[in-house]
């Protein structure tokens, strides 16, 4: 039989329980984070007064926001609306929102399917680039055009109408029949300019 030991609490299969004081600089610690979780969760979580992880987030978003629309701002004064761009970078986007919008009922090469030839001298609603800015902006519903104002920005209308201008006159394969009225010289991209 084992001899008493006051500092045992209990003793099960050979192993015994002490009843050992604690360090005091572990109570202390231990107490001290009691003390900063509380103090944290208060001021973090009920008062909302730190700038926790999803304050932070919603700040890097409007940061972000803030630079994007002076980008875009900026990217607008320099653009002028009334004339078609011909810089590469704002064709290449044109060309890629036409691809994924336009070219269904226009053909990826603007000959027509659905929609009327881009590419010739014939024109519906006109042959001038602020026609074409207007037909993008406002659709031709009686024809099944819809409206994009909604769903392109300015200038993604202006890259797409820009385009639409640099092709013509390219003279794709198999061009659906002319419609509309022929505007002498109009199949050319510098057409009035």
């Known amino acids: 039989m084992a001899e008493y030991d006051e500092t045992v609490v209990s003793e099960h299969d050979g192993i015994q329980e002490l009843d050992n004081q604690l360090p005091r600089w572990w109570v202390w610690l231990f107490v001290f984070s009691i003390i900063f979780a509380v103090l944290?969760?208060?001021?973090?979580?009920?008062?909302?007064?730190?700038?926790?992880?999803?304050?932070?987030?919603h700040d890097m978003v409007a940061q972000a926001e803030a630079a994007q629309a002076a980008r875009q701002s900026e990217m607008m004064a320099n653009l002028d609306l009334g004339t078609p761009s011909r810089l590469d970078?704002?064709?290449?986007?044109?060309k890629d929102i036409y691809l994924a919008n336009c070219a269904s009922c226009h053909h990826s090469t603007g000959r027509?399917?659905?929609?009327?030839?881009?590419?010739?001298?014939?024109?519906?609603?006109?042959?001038?680039?602020?026609?074409?800015?207007?037909?993008?902006?406002?659709?031709?519903?009686?024809k099944g055009m819809q409206a994009w104002e909604n769903s392109l920005?300015?200038?993604?209308?202006?890259?797409?109408?820009?385009?639409?201008?640099?092709?013509?006159g390219s003279e794709p394969p198999d061009p659906r029949a002319p419609e509309g009225e022929l505007v002498e010289n109009s199949d050319d991209p510098n057409y009035n300019l």
């Open 112 to 142: 027509g399917l659905i929609g009327p030839n881009l590419t010739d001298a014939y024109w519906i609603h006109g042959p001038n680039f602020e026609d074409t800015m207007h037909v993008i902006a406002k659709g031709v519903l009686e």
């Open 40 to 57: 944290y969760f208060s001021w973090y979580h009920v008062l909302g007064l730190g700038r926790g992880q999803e304050k932070r987030y």
């Open 89 to 94: 970078e704002v064709l290449a986007e044109g």
């Open 153 to 168: 920005s300015l200038r993604q209308r202006h890259a797409v109408a820009s385009y639409i201008y640099s092709i013509r």
